[in-house]
T-cell receptor, first 112, second 110 residues
Framework: DTGVSQDPRHKITKRGQNVTFRCDPI?????LYWYRQTLGQGPEFLTY????????KSRLLSDRFSAERPKGSFSTLEIQRTEQGDSAMYLC??????????FGPGTRLTVL | GENVEQHPSTLSVQEGDSAVIKCTYS??????FPWYKQELGKRPQLIID?????GEKKDQRIAVTLNKTAKHFSLHITETQPEDSAVYFC?????????FGAGTRLTVKP
């Protein structure tokens, strides 16, 4: 499979724990996006990288959330001190410049 | 920043009828407008897109129209089939940002 991959696909955690998700984009895509999607809603933008540079962060992204893309390839999204409101599907997408975004399968987070 | 409004939120049609979903956007710099179909529990999949220098694009039963002056674009599905049932999202992109509409849940009744 040469598409965008995400790991894990599902994560169940207790409130207050930290979680980290990984996204591997399509190899020639220099842009990588993270979105959060709750049931019945469209994907909500969280942050975006061009190569290793994080160019934009949503105001919705609290200081408990951090994302990295250290070598301009894979990216990680970490949520510290998880809350029940963090339960959602976390989607990663990659794109070449000016083109559409190709989504990964998502990581479904459940915070108990 | 960009704001994308999508209507209706739910749409139910009889098999064989047409379905139309409409979106408006606020940022005149947006120049690319994809539509995604998302089935329950799956990732959004691109079904059709249109760029700002094009007014209409068709792909078999699916078409998209764009009115840049009015800042709205629409998805048209003709001869709907039960397998068209899904949530459809529009999006608007400038050079950097992509913003999604809230989605339309389409149900095609056999």
């Amino acid at each position: 499979d040469t598409g965008v991959s995400q790991d894990p696909r599902h994560k169940i955690t207790k409130r207050g724990q930290n979680v980290t998700f990984r996204c591997d984009p399509i190899s020639e895509h220099n842009r990588l996006y993270w979105y959060r999607q709750t049931l019945g809603q469209g994907p909500e933008f969280l942050t975006y990288f061009q190569n290793e540079a994080q160019l934009e962060k949503s105001r919705l992204l609290s200081d408990r959330f951090s994302a990295e893309r250290p070598k301009g390839s894979f990216s990680t999204l970490e949520i510290q001190r998880t809350e029940q409101g963090d339960s959602a599907m976390y989607l990663c997408a990659s794109t070449p410049p000016g083109d559409t975004q190709y989504f990964g399968p998502g990581t479904r987070l459940t915070v108990l | 920043g960009e704001n994308v409004e999508q209507h209706p939120s739910t749409l139910s049609v009889q098999e064989g009828d047409s379905a139309v979903i409409k979106c408006t956007y606020s940022d005149s710099a947006s120049n690319y407008f994809p539509w995604y179909k998302q089935e329950l529990g799956k990732r959004p999949q691109l079904i059709i897109d249109i760029r700002s220098n094009v007014g209409e694009k068709k792909d078999q039963r699916i078409a998209v129209t764009l009115n840049k002056t009015a800042k709205h674009f629409s998805l048209h599905i003709t001869e709907t089939q039960p397998e068209d049932s899904a949530v459809y999202f529009c999006a608007a992109i400038d050079d950097n940002d992509m913003r999604f509409g809230a989605g339309t849940r389409l149900t095609v009744k056999p």
